[in-house]
């Protein structure tokens, strides 16, 4: 049997409270030999929230340290969702023992840590990806599966903060429109609203406008420069693809996203930083 294994900054949180039955209902579903049975928070959670507190509630075994955890199982979920800040931290061990490895959104802060991280994967043999759930809505699956040809242009609306949301809207670009923006420029000074527009160098454009408010709900448009189409944002699917897609690369090693999409959806959000203080300039992504 696979063993898999929770690794979090805390582990009272959203996804780390909900990624254990979406793992569960696709091995049901998936008929794996695998099962989540152990985790380990390196804190107690703001709301007073132990390991062994979060385990029994989830009917799995707490490791008492990151090594125990890390020794015990087969298959590694690091999550610390809430920031990408603590990821590098929490990765030290998983990353060194040569097991696979996600690593939940948003995978770094900046470039910078996110190439440290995979060249400490590379150098002890761990395979390691990255990614956000709305790459796995399933029309944005379909679209993938019934187009040969890129898009010209994707545009998407989201929800919440650039430090740790934009990766939801620019998953889809990217498993899109595959890598190789260019550069970007912003349209607005402040640090609630974002509205950006990638430039990919051969007429393919994306837009991304995100903003805090309630009615700023996640929504997606791909158009061929002649025709568009919407593509629909659904929890109700998108949570249970990711978790097969994790589960596939955990028992059969198959990678689902390219380091190279995950470097540049991190090196869009820090550039984005940069654009959105001086609008109407073009910044060139690197990475």
């Known amino acids: 049997m696979l063993k898999i294994g929770f690794a979090d900054y805390y582990l009272d949180n959203w ?7 979406f793992l569960r209902e696709a091995i049901a579903a998936l008929g794996c030999d695998a099962e989540v049975t152990h985790a380990y928070g390196m ?14 509630r989830q009917k799995v075994t707490p ?59 590379d150098a002890h043999g ?6 956000s759930a709305q790459r796995y809505c399933q029309d944005i699956l379909n679209w993938q599966a019934e187009h040969r040809e890129r898009p010209r242009f994707v545009s998407t609306v989201g929800p ?25 420029k912003a349209f607005s000074v ?14 393919r454009m994306a837009s991304f ?17 002649e025709t568009g189409k919407r593509l629909v944002s659904d929890d109700r699917n998108f949570y ?25 959806i991190v090196a869009i959000i820090e550039t984005a930083f940069a654009a959105r203080q001086n609008p109407d300039t073009w910044y060139p992504i690197r990475y």
């Open 43 to 56: 804190h107690t959670s703001p709301d007073g929230v132990t390991t062994e507190q979060w385990c029994a």
């Open 15 to 21: 996804h780390a409270n909900n990624y254990p039955t």
């Open 160 to 184: 919440h903060s650039l430090e740790n949301y934009a990766v939801h809207q620019l998953e889809p670009i990217v498993a899109l429109m595959g890598v190789g923006v260019k550069r970007l």
């Open 240 to 264: 249970h693809n990711l978790a097969k897609a994790i589960l596939d690369f955990f028992v059969n090693g198959n990678m689902p996203v390219q380091r190279e999409q995950t470097l540049e």
């Open 63 to 121: 490791a008492s340290s990151m090594q125990e955890l890390v020794d015990s199982v087969d298959a590694i979920m690091v999550i610390a969702a809430d920031s990408s800040l603590w990821h590098e931290e929490v990765c030290q061990l998983p990353l060194r023992s040569g097991k696979p490895v996600f690593v939940d959104k948003t995978f770094a802060p900046n470039v910078a840590a996110a190439k440290r991280m995979f060249a400490l994967a």
């Open 126 to 131: 761990t395979p390691v990806f990255s990614s």
């Open 190 to 203: 402040g640090t609630a609203v974002t509205q950006l527009i990638l430039d990919y160098g051969d007429g």
């Open 209 to 225: 406008m995100q903003s805090p408010q309630p009615w700023a709900e996640f929504n997606f448009m791909v158009s061929d420069g």
